[in-house]
């Protein structure tokens, strides 16, 4: 039996006490720094932890429809400026049918209806070929009256007849009968203008049916147009 060196046993029991001694110092380095650096590490845990948080509770930005609406009080008629309009942001779905969000697809275009200090401007607001879109089958027409005055006198949705009195012969006929008015856009924002019978006239946009878009346009060339209020 062959016995052991004890230089041998000497020299590796010291290589593993000093690799002991190597590791318990590098631990100890290890503690002091986080000792040393535990109030950072603290703060940016607690940072982490309140992002997290947030992140978790906050909710996903809402999508929204952007709608023009009047910014102050607008009367009919009038020719509409950017000014004259603010944007709304609406939920999907909450806006009014043909609100207008483009400040281009409005800026310029009169105005058929009075409009309050917050109102959506639409599509049938404005003097055009949606205007007649509240009367199915019927087409938005500008038919010039004689007689500004007698303009004055009608309304926003009147119902009216009208009326072609021939200058020469003195016979009159109805060209159209319950007609519902559009709009009446104003002096300044129609443009001037005169009639067959030579007066300066006034425009009123009507709804008219189809069959009645060609006798009151002729009526117009050639004689005098005025209206009654319809019974209906």
Known sequence: ??????????????????????????????????????????????AAAVWAGLSAASPEPEVTVPVLVAAHDLPAGVTIGPDDLETVAF????????????????????????????????????????LARAHPGRRAVPVRLPDPGMV????????????????????????????????????DEAGSGVTASGLPGRLVIVALAPAEVAPVTAAALRAFVTYTWSER
């Open 1 to 46: 039996m062959i016995s052991a060196d004890p230089d041998l046993l000497d020299s590796s029991d010291g290589g593993r006490a000093t690799a002991r001694a190597r590791l318990e110092r590098a631990r100890w380095g290890v503690r002091r720094a986080v000792l040393r650096r535990r109030r950072l590490l603290a703060a940016l845990l607690s």
């Open 152 to 187: 004055t006198l009608l309304e926003v949705g009147d119902l009216i007849d009208l009326l072609a009195t021939d200058p020469e012969q003195g016979d009159v006929s109805t060209v159209a009968h319950a007609v519902p008015v559009l709009a009446l856009p104003r002096d």
């Open 91 to 130: 939920r999907p779905g909450s806006e009014p049918s043909g609100a207008i969000g483009s400040v281009t697809d409005v800026a310029g275009r009169l105005l058929a209806a009075p409009l309050g200090t917050g109102e959506p401007v639409t599509a049938v607001r404005l003097v055009g070929a949606d």
